[in-house]
Structures are given as C-alpha cells and as structure tokens.
C-alpha cells in the first residue's frame, strides 16, 4: 500500500492538533501526549465567587475540547506509527484492510466500516 498521501495528510493534521492544543494548555511533559488544560491551575486569589464560576465554566468547556484534541492526536500518532511499522490501513479488530474511501476521509481511521461503530470502544 502507497502510504504516502495518507502519511503526508496525518503530518498536516499532527502539526496543526499540536498547535491547537498548545494554545489550549499545556503539555503535560512527563506523560508524553497527554496535554493539561492552562485553565486546570487558576490562579484565583482572591474567592471572588462570579469569577471561580467563571473559571470553572472555562475549565469545563476547555477540558471538554482538550479531550477531543487528544483522542484526534493520539488517533493520529497512532496511525503515523502504524505507518512506520507497516500495519497503517488494517482494522484494529478484524484485521481486515480498511477501504480506501474511509482512509481518505478519516487516514487516523483505526477501524474497517464494518467496525465503525466499535471504534469508540478501543483502548487509548
Ligand atoms: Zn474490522
């Protein structure tokens, strides 16, 4: 398989999820790719209710894009792995080739239509 468009297109997206999660936190350097949110350590110092509300609102929004950030950078991580070591475009639970127009869609994709929907249910 001619992994190159797909390696090129999951390059693109690494660089661009990189930059998105660093605007959003901070990476977290002792687990690698797991990013923190800026917004988990507030620096409040005085208890102004309005503005912990406030925080906590932001926190919870953030940490909210923070996680799917993340999935889509280790989704992404791995498929550029799985193209190192030559299993990039195999289901991930039948081992059967993924089809050409859902890589096309989705190159990070970690599983065949037939699994679609059981891909939520992988481990990290
Ligand atoms: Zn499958």
Same mark, same amino acid.
């Given at each position: 398989m001619d992994t190159t468009a797909y390696q090129r297109a999951l390059l693109r997206e690494h660089t661009e999820l990189e930059k998105q999660l660093a605007s959003l936190g901070a990476l977290d350097? =002792?687990?690698?790719?797991d990013w923190v949110s800026a917004a988990e350590t507030p620096l409040v110092a005085e208890a102004d209710e309005n503005l912990v509300a406030d925080q906590t609102e932001e926190l919870i929004t953030r940490t909210g894009e923070l996680d799917v950030l993340e999935t889509r950078f280790r989704d992404v991580a791995r498929a550029l792995d799985k193209i190192t070591t030559g299993t990039?475009? =195999?289901?991930?639970?039948?081992?059967a080739a993924i089809e050409a127009d859902r890589l096309a869609v989705n190159p990070a994709a970690r599983t065949c239509k037939l699994h679609l929907n059981d891909e939520v249910d992988l481990a990290l």
């Open positions: 350097h =002792t687990v690698v790719g990039f475009g =195999t289901c991930e639970l039948c081992q």
